[in-house]
Nanobody, 115 residues
């Protein structure tokens, strides 16, 4: 089992920045990929960014150049630095971890960007 706890969401004006954190605990050594997803009411959850155990990253086109995913292996924590935020970035952001057999989700953290 893997437990994921997100933090760092909040309200910010357009053009501002936020940093999300995802603390992992439990069977963390089985994690191959971690990522951030987001969801707005009435829409499907969408990929924001992923990072592999080897450090390779992948981003949705909508956030490239503005968001940066990273991780601190010693702290078992993943981050999402979000810069130049836009109102369309408003969503609940979820942390995700994938092992060989299972996918885990955090409880989500709300990010609201005002215009």
């Amino acid at each position: 089992q893997v437990q994921l706890v997100e933090s760092g969401g909040g309200l910010v004006q357009a053009g501002g920045s936020l940093r999300l954190s995802c603390a992992a605990s439990g069977s963390i050594f089985g994690i191959n990929v971690m990522g951030w997803y987001r969801q707005v009411p009435g829409k499907q959850r969408e990929l924001v960014a992923t990072i592999t155990s080897g450090g390779s990253t992948n981003y949705a086109d909508s956030v490239k150049g503005r968001f940066a995913i990273s991780r601190d292996s010693a702290k078992h924590t993943m981050y999402l630095q979000m810069n130049s935020l836009k109102p369309e970035d408003t969503a609940v952001y979820y942390c995700n971890a994938v092992t060989t057999l299972l996918r885990y989700w955090g409880q989500g953290t709300q990010v609201t960007v005002s215009s």
